[in-house]
């Protein structure tokens, strides 16, 4: 069966430390890997988008990064703020078929000041 | 619009109820999903149209849900007599469509059913 895995535990990490989360797949084959931010009350909001023939891709203080063969998406939140604490989440947008984006459940960060 | 708009942002209703959610999407958008997110889950997926068709219905739980989109706009989604395990917040989100799938989100209904 199709599955995305997002850590269910809530990551924890000092303010100006990076935080690193990691979105796994299987039973997929995504012609783009995206990232969400989502806060408490409200709808997920875009941040990024890598395509598989990209490697990384960066965006101010995020990185992510796409590996098509392991089937793994890194996002990285390098110099982390306190308001940078929310739900990150992945979705998968398949190369075939219907394009519907499917989500993983999201992993939380916090940051701590 | 200039974002996603739905309504309404909150709804109780008793159960055994029909309840009608409305998504606005941005315009010139032709893609619009329905998602549902229960307390501290992730998105689930419910129906995806592209223009006024829906490709894919397979997200949606039962028979009691359905969803039109006319005018390749406005969406609204029916839940029909409603049950308590039907309560959650219904995102709605639409993107352009083709290569370029970034979704843009509403802020959601809260729907409760007691």
């Known amino acids: 069966s199709q599955k995305i895995e997002q850590n269910s535990e809530a990551l924890n990490i000092q303010e100006g430390k990076t935080a690193t989360l990691t979105c796994n797949y299987t039973?997929?084959?995504?012609?783009?890997l995206q990232w969400y931010r989502q806060d408490p009350g409200r709808g997920p909001v875009f941040l990024l988008l890598i395509r598989e023939n990209e490697k990384e891709k960066r965006k101010e203080r995020l990185k992510v990064t796409f590996d098509t063969t392991l089937k793994q998406s890194l996002f990285h939140i390098t110099a982390s703020q306190p308001a940078d604490s929310a739900t990150y989440l992945c979705a998968l947008d398949p190369r075939y078929g219907n394009n519907r984006l499917a989500f993983g459940k999201g992993n939380q960060v916090v940051v701590i000041p | 619009g200039a974002g996603v708009s739905q309504s309404p942002s909150n709804k109780v209703t008793e159960k055994g109820k029909d309840v009608e959610l409305r998504c606005d999407p941005i315009?010139?958008?032709?893609?619009l999903y329905w998602y549902r997110q229960s307390l501290g889950q992730g998105l689930e997926f419910l129906i995806y149209?592209?223009?006024?068709?829906?490709?894919?219905k397979s997200g949606l739980p039962s028979d009691r849900f359905s969803a039109e989109r006319t005018g390749g706009s406005v969406s609204t989604l029916t839940i029909q007599r409603t049950q308590q395990e039907d309560s959650a917040v219904y995102l709605c989100?639409?993107?352009?469509?083709?290569?370029?799938?970034?979704?843009?989100f509403g802020q959601g209904t809260r729907l409760t059913v007691v």
């Open positions: 989100a639409s993107s352009l469509g083709g290569a370029s799938t970034e979704a843009f």
């Open positions: 149209f592209q223009g006024n068709s829906a490709p894919d």
């Open positions: 039973n997929y084959s995504p012609a783009y």
């Open positions: 315009s010139g958008h032709t893609a």
